[in-house]
């Protein structure tokens, strides 16, 4: 996976979050269009309000400062159309599209991305994505969500990446 984001990347690279994403009958969600904006921080810089996730604070970003990031989701269980998989619209991480999602893009269906149990998605995280309900009789819908970016990422305002304990940039394994 370190080859395929630094491929992607272009450059050396770093983890800047991750998730484990459990679907299932009673945590049933789907989710709108929407870009990943946010970057887990070591500290919600001054100024800023106040967003934690998981028990991390999370810094929004306002431009193209993510625009070098690749998002990794591994299927742990088929993420398919009836099982609250992945939808995106393609062309839309070039532009920060802020609180104009709905009006623009809310009439849109998109393109569904189906991932097979064991496979990896990769895209950009500005890329406008979305997810339905799961309607299948599949008891869970498990990802493996990874964040990842250039070594170098830097974010405004003082905003300090989260110091997820890594070697910066990361190194495989067999070279530790
Ligand atoms: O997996 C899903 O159902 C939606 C995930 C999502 O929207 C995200 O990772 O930003």
């Known amino acids: 996976m370190l080859a395929l984001v630094e491929q992607l990347i272009g450059s050396p ?3 800047t979050g991750g998730l484990l994403l459990d679907k299932d ?4 969600w789907e989710v709108p269009w929407h870009q990943d904006t946010g970057i ?23 431009g ?20 609250g998989g992945l939808y995106v619209l393609p062309g839309t991480h070039r532009e920060h ?9 809310g009439s849109e269906k998109g393109v ?20 339905e309900k799961m309607t299948s009789a599949q008891q869970h819908r498990r990802i493996l969500h990874l964040s990842w970016g250039p070594a170098d990422l830097r974010l405004p305002d003082g905003a300090q990446i989260y110091p997820w304990p890594q070697p910066c940039p990361l190194t495989p394994v067999e070279a530790l």
Do not use: M, W
Request: proline content about 10%.
């Open 64 to 83: 193209l400062e993510l625009a070098g990031d690749v998002t990794c989701r591994l299927a742990l269980d088929p993420a398919l159309v009836d099982s």
């Open 25 to 28: 009958p009673q945590h049933n």
């Open 112 to 131: 569904s991305a189906p991932q097979p149990i064991g496979s990896a998605l990769s895209y950009n995280p500005l890329i406008l994505h979305r997810s």
């Open 97 to 105: 599209l802020g609180k104009t999602v709905a009006e623009r893009f």
């Open 13 to 15: 690279v770093r983890v």
């Open 40 to 62: 887990y921080v070591a500290e919600t810089p001054p100024g800023e309000k106040d967003d934690v996730r998981g028990g991390l604070p999370v810094y929004s970003t306002r």
